[in-house]
């Protein structure tokens, strides 16, 4: 995989991750380097962050609020993880230039999130993707946001609440992260439980 310029695609000098050869459905696309990753360890509280706290910490870091932004993702409804570097804004490990697709190519092959796979044939030149919905939910920092992935199924705005759509799950859910299957699983109860009621 190679990192490249899509700012024609995303603009204000986007870039992004492709492939540079064929990569069969379900191999390995990337796995996270822990040595030098971007974020602590999922254990290490460091940069675990309530959406309170995100926000702040950007107000305080203006020159670094677009990287804040873009690169803190969700570990649960009000818990986001801070990539370390946010001060000096450096990427470490290309895992954070994986842009979002309505119909994305690549998922996790595992709740931690370290094991990126190919959930579909892909093809070399093309941009491998995530669906922003694998991690994130309705509190994301993303929520509102046009997209841009130029998808024939585009949605258009990330609205983050795709985990509760059942084709959605068909597709994705066992390429979500932690937070995301959680949240589908005690969907799943509930609704379980309205049944019976019922």
């Not at 950007?58 to 804040?68: F, G, L, Q, R, S």
């Not at 190519?105 to 669906?131: K, Q």
């Not at 005690?186 to 019922?198: A, D, F, H, P």
Request: aromatic fraction near 10%.
């Amino acid at each position: 995989m190679e990192v490249r310029d899509l700012s024609s695609k995303y603009g204000h000098e986007h870039r992004g991750i492709v492939a540079l050869e064929p990569i069969r459905a379900g191999e390995p696309v990337f796995t996270c380097d822990l040595s030098i990753c971007n974020y602590y360890k999922l254990e290490d509280p460091t940069h675990k962050m309530t959406k309170a706290e995100v926000l702040a910490l950007i107000e305080a870091n203006p020159k670094a609020a677009d990287y804040i932004r873009y690169y803190t993702y969700m570990l649960d409804d009000d818990l986001f993880d801070v990539p370390r570097h946010y001060k000096t804004q450096q990427i470490t490990e290309d895992c954070l230039l994986f842009n979002h697709s309505c119909d994305a190519n690549c998922g996790f092959g595992g709740d931690e999130e370290e094991l990126v796979i190919a959930i579909r044939d892909i093809a070399a030149d093309e941009e491998l993707t995530y669906h922003y919905g694998l991690m994130d939910s309705e509190n994301s920092l993303w929520t509102g946001l046009r997209c841009k992935c130029g998808a024939k199924n585009c949605d258009g705005e990330l609205k983050f609440n795709w985990w509760r759509d059942p084709k959605w799950q068909e597709k994705y859910e066992k390429y979500a992260g932690g937070h995301i299957k959680r949240k589908i699983r005690k969907l799943r109860e509930e609704q379980k439980k309205s049944q019976k009621i019922s």
